[in-house]
C-alpha cells in the first residue's frame, strides 16, 4: 500500500536533539509509516513533495497559550498555526473553561476572563471538562488543543470570587473536581498565584489540590506568586508543593523581573538544577522577549476585585479605596501581593489594548504617560481607564533583560512557549514566539542549534504534558510535521507592529494534512481535542 504523502530530500531534525540527517518522512493515515535516511526511488506515494533541503521537524507544542475561547472564533488560528504550531495547551494561569456548573457561573466567569481570553458570541454548551473537549472537537479545528484544569475555576466553582480560606468540606469539593476533570483528560492542574480569585490561597489549599495529580503523573504548571521581589520565596514553595505532593512541577514563563533581579538567571538556573537533584521533577517554558503581557487590572491589590464585577468596578470609583490602593503600591502593604508597578515602575507599565474609542490614543502610551497627560495620579489613571473601558485593558510589563532571556533560554531544562494574548495590539509573541527562536538565536546569534531549538519546541512540551504520540519524527508517531527554510525562518513582529506573521514556515502538517501549504493558511481543521 503507498503512502498519503511523501516528504522528501528534507534536512530531518527528529526533535531528540540529535544531528539533522538527509532523509524523507512518509505519512498514512495520518501517523508517520517511515523515516528514512538518503533517497527513497521507488517509493510511491499518492502525493510526493521535494522539500529542497529545508528543516522537516516535528510540529510544534505550544505548553502556554490563551486561546480557550479564540478558536471557537478562528478555529484556523493563522497566527499560531502559520508560526508551525500543530499542538496548544489550554486552561492556563488557573482558568480554564470547565468546570464551570454554578448558575450563572459561566457568564460572570466569561466576564472575569474577558481581557485573558476573549470573548465569544456563543452560549457556553458545556459545564464539565469532558463536555468542554467535546466542543472542541465540534469546533473543527487545524490545530490539536488540551487543557489543564485551573485552580481558580475550581475555586470559583465552589467559593465564588471570595477571598476567604475555604473549609475542609469546601477543600474537599474543589480537589474532588480537580480529580473528575483529570478523569475526563486534562493534561494536568494550573494554578496563577497572582490573579483573582486563587490569589487569596495559602499554600495548604494549593498543595492539596495538586497532591490529586499523584495518581496520574500529570503535571502542576504554576505561574508563581512572584517573579520580582519574593521570587525566591515563591519558587521555594513551588518546588516544596511538588515534593511533599509527589507530583511534576512545571513553571509557567520562566522570568526575572524587575531591577532587583535582573542579572540573577544563574542563580535561578541552580535552583531548578538543585530541586532535580532533590528529585523534584522540575521543568520550565519562556517566550523569548523581554516584556510580559497580561491584564491592566492585576497592577491593583487583590482586594479589588474580591466579590462580583460590579463589586469591582465600585471600588474603582470610589475615592477612598483609591486612596488606599495607592498607598498599597507606594508603600507595598498587602502581604504576599506581586506588586508590579512598586518593583518596575509606572513608566514601565505600557497600555495596549482598549476598545475602539477614545481611549484608544493610550495603547502604547505608558501609564506614567497618561497620567501625566489627565494630571492624575498613575493609580488614578488606571482605575479611570479600567473604568471606562469596563475592565477590559491590557498591558506591557517591560521588566526583564536581554542577558537574562538568553541565559534561561540555554537551560535545557526550558521549553519555548507563546502566553499570547489575542487582541487589537497583541504582543509580538502571538505572532513571532517560534520563529523568533529560529531566527534571533539560531541563525544570527548561534546560541543554540537547530536541533536543541527544535528539541525545546517539540519532544520536551510533549513530555511535559504527557503527549506520548508527539513531539518526534518516529514511526507511528502522529503525523504533525512543521517545514521551515533555516536561511529564512524568522519574525518582524515587534511591540510597534505586532501583527506581523513569520518568514520562512513552508509547510505545516496536523495529522497529515496540509494546514499551512508554501506558508498559506489551507482552511483545513484536521485538529481535535486531546484527553490524557
Not at 494561569?93 to 450563572?104: C, K, T
Not at 538556573?269 to 517566550?287: H, K, L, M, S, V
Request: glycine share 10%; aromatic share 6%; net charge negative.
Amino acid at each position: 500500500m503507498s503512502p498519503d504523502v511523501l516528504l522528501e530530500n528534507a534536512r530531518v531534525v527528529d526533535g531528540t536533539g540529535a544531528p539533522w540527517f538527509r532523509g524523507s518522512v512518509a505519512i498514512d493515515d495520518g501517523r508517520i509509516e517511515t523515516v528514512e535516511r538518503g533517497r527513497t526511488d521507488g517509493l510511491d506515494a499518492a502525493e510526493t513533495v521535494d522539500l529542497d533541503g529545508s528543516v522537516l521537524s516535528p510540529g510544534f507544542v505550544d505548553l502556554h497559550v490563551h486561546s480557550d475561547l479564540r478558536l471557537f472564533e478562528e478555529p484556523t488560528l493563522p497566527p499560531k498555526v502559520r508560526q508551525g504550531v500543530t499542538t496548544e495547551v489550554l486552561g492556563q494561569d488557573g482558568f480554564s473553561m470547565a468546570p464551570i456548573h454554578r448558575e450563572g457561573g459561566a457568564a460572570e466567569w466569561a466576564e472575569h476572563l474577558a481581557s485573558l481570553d476573549g470573548t465569544i458570541d456563543r452560549e457556553w454548551s458545556w459545564g464539565s471538562t469532558a463536555e468542554y473537549l467535546d466542543a472542541v472537537d465540534a469546533a473543527g479545528t487545524a490545530q490539536h488543543f488540551g487543557t489543564l484544569v485551573g485552580h481558580g475555576t475550581v475555586r470559583y466553582e465552589v467559593l465564588g470570587m471570595s477571598d476567604r480560606a475555604p473549609d475542609d468540606d469546601e477543600l474537599e469539593a474543589m480537589a474532588d473536581l480537580v480529580t473528575a476533570a483529570l478523569e475526563e483528560g486534562a493534561l494536568g492542574f494550573s494554578t496563577g498565584l497572582v490573579y483573582p480569585p486563587q490569589v487569596n490561597a495559602d499554600t495548604r489549599e494549593v498543595r492539596t489540590l495538586a497532591a490529586r495529580l499523584a495518581p496520574y503523573g500529570r503535571p502542576f504548571v504554576a505561574h508563581i506568586r512572584s517573579e520580582g521581589r519574593r521570587i525566591w520565596d515563591a519558587l521555594d514553595e513551588f518546588a516544596d508543593v511538588g515534593a511533599e505532593a509527589g507530583v511534576p512541577v512545571h513553571l509557567s514563563h520562566y522570568k526575572l523581573s524587575g531591577h532587583e533581579q535582573h542579572g540573577k538567571a544563574d542563580r535561578a538556573n541552580a535552583f531548578i538544577e538543585a530541586c532535580r537533584d532533590r528529585g523534584i521533577d522540575f521543568t520550565a517554558e519562556q517566550y523569548p522577549y523581554t516584556a510580559g503581557n497580561t491584564t491592566l487590572a492585576s497592577v491593583l491589590p487583590p482586594w479589588v476585585h474580591t466579590g462580583s464585577r460590579a463589586e469591582t468596578m465600585a471600588r474603582l470609583g470610589d475615592e477612598e479605596a483609591r486612596e488606599r490602593m495607592r498607598r498599597d503600591v507606594e508603600g507595598w502593604r498587602v502581604d504576599g501581593w506581586e506588586n508590579t508597578a512598586g518593583a518596575i515602575g509606572w513608566e514601565n507599565v505600557e497600555v495596549t489594548d482598549v476598545d475602539a474609542g477614545p481611549n484608544e490614543a493610550y495603547e502604547g502610551m505608558t501609564v506614567e504617560a497618561i497620567a501625566a497627560e489627565r494630571e492624575v495620579h498613575p493609580v488614578d489613571a488606571v482605575c479611570d481607564l479600567l473604568v471606562e473601558e469596563e475592565l477590559e485593558v491590557n498591558m506591557f510589563i517591560h521588566a526583564m533583560t536581554e542577558a537574562d532571556v538568553r541565559e534561561i533560554l540555554t537551560n535545557e531544562r526550558v521549553a519555548v512557549a507563546s502566553d499570547g494574548l489575542f487582541g487589537g495590539r497583541p504582543h509580538p509573541r502571538v505572532y513571532g514566539t517560534f520563529p523568533r527562536v529560529l531566527g534571533r538565536y539560531v541563525r544570527e546569534e548561534n546560541l543554540l542549534t537547530v536541533e536543541e531549538a527544535v528539541r525545546k519546541m517539540t519532544s520536551l512540551p510533549a513530555r511535559v504534558v504527557g503527549l506520548e504520540s508527539k513531539g518526534l519524527l518516529r514511526e507511528g508517531m502522529d503525523a504533525d510535521l512543521t517545514v521551515f527554510d533555516p536561511t529564512v525562518v524568522g519574525s518582524d513582529a515587534d511591540y510597534e507592529t505586532p501583527a506581523q506573521y513569520p518568514r520562512g514556515i513552508e509547510h505545516v502538517l496536523v495529522d497529515g494534512e496540509f494546514v499551512v501549504r508554501e506558508g498559506a493558511v489551507t482552511g483545513r481543521t484536521p485538529g481535535s481535542a486531546l484527553r490524557a
